[in-house]
């Protein structure tokens, strides 16, 4: 058996069969929280239900084509006629430039070795992470035939009996993660630049199926959130439209931890809790509620480098798939 290649298929299936395969001629587009298709019209806020919109053309199965890997390319004299070789550059005897004094200093072992039982002020503020636990479907849940598996990255797993909830799922337990071009999931490294790629990343957890959703409540939603970072500051934007002033709620709770609470049209809500990656300053940071977003800055102390927005997240690794 092979898998089907095409947008929004992924089923298995015999090559050289005349099965027939619904599919996403088109691309995907995120745009202010909403997510589709670009060759047909359904839009959706929640990212499960987009994985969920049924093919809006028909034609023959596809088999996904390997990602090519690139080799580095290697020129020497003996390879290339042109090749002219270069001295090694000497050490640069100029004052350096006012504006260096603000990249960050790498650290050395000499400058550890002295204060090492000294925690760092980052280290002193730091959360644990939130321990995931998995959970299965109930024993005396009722699942239908053809049901698919509901987790994260799974597209193998179809109910056919009993046997089938003792079958390895290979999933992702965290949430996706779209960040400056790169996309992801907030439990690996992987990343992806391209849509397609990312649905391709394996899973980094073995577990069993759950054929049964979670309950989900229709009024609360997810709304998507970006983020990129200046010397002294975090700029974090969420968006959201129509967000109701008066009755949403937004606090820095510590210099950790951002809580948003956000009444939306239609009696919809957005709820969520940033545990931050670095350390803030709360009496200096600021947001501003627009139309289409709210856009947070948060001040960073110490000015560090983040690699990550939320503790939760996997280092940044970006475009390997």
């Known amino acids: 058996m092979v898998k089907c290649g095409n947008n929004g298929c992924g089923k298995e299936f015999e090559e050289g069969s005349n099965d027939e395969c619904c599919f996403h001629p088109g691309s995907a587009v995120f745009h202010e929280g909403s997510k589709g298709w ?3 019209k359904p839009r959706v806020l929640d990212f499960d239900d987009f994985l969920k919109i049924p093919g809006c053309a028909t034609g023959s199965h596809k088999k996904a084509e390997p990602k090519p890997q690139s080799k580095p390319i290697v020129q020497s004299s003996t390879t290339n006629p042109d090749y002219i070789a270069t001295p090694p550059s000497l050490p640069s005897t100029t004052k350096p430039h006012p504006s ?21 002020l980052a280290q002193q503020f730091q959360k644990p992470p939130i321990e995931y636990v998995e959970e299965n479907d109930a024993e005396d849940a009722v699942i239908a035939v053809g049901a698919r598996c509901c987790r994260n990255g799974c597209s193998s797993g179809i109910y056919k009996d009993n046997e089938s909830r003792k079958e390895q799922c290979t999933y992702h337990p965290g949430e996706p993660v779209f960040h400056e071009g790169s996309k992801g999931w907030s439990c690996c490294k992987p990343k992806a630049a391209i849509f397609e790629e990312f649905l391709k990343i394996k ?21 998507r959130h970006d983020w990129y970072q200046s010397f002294d500051s975090v700029l974090m934007t969420i968006y959201a439209k129509a967000v109701d002033k008066d009755n949403s709620k937004i606090q820095f ?24 990656a670095g350390t803030i300053n709360p009496e200096t940071s600021k947001f501003d509620v627009l ?30 798939v």
């Open 203 to 223: 899973g980094c957890k073995n577990g069993k199926h759950r054929f049964v959703p979670p309950p989900k409540d229709n009024n609360v939603v997810e709304c």
């Open 291 to 320: 139309k289409t977003k709210i856009e947070f800055k948060l001040m960073k102390d110490p000015q560090e480098s983040w690699s990550r927005l939320e503790i939760e997240e996997q280092e940044l690794y970006r475009y390997q």
């Open 38 to 40: 670009s060759c047909c």
């Open 100 to 120: 260096d004094k603000f990249t960050p200093k790498p650290m050395t072992n000499a400058n550890n070795s002295n204060d090492r039982s000294t925690p760092t």
């Open 253 to 276: 709770l510590d210099n950790k931890t951002v809580s948003v609470d956000l009444k939306l049209a239609g009696d919809k809500v957005f709820k969520k809790v940033y545990n931050l």
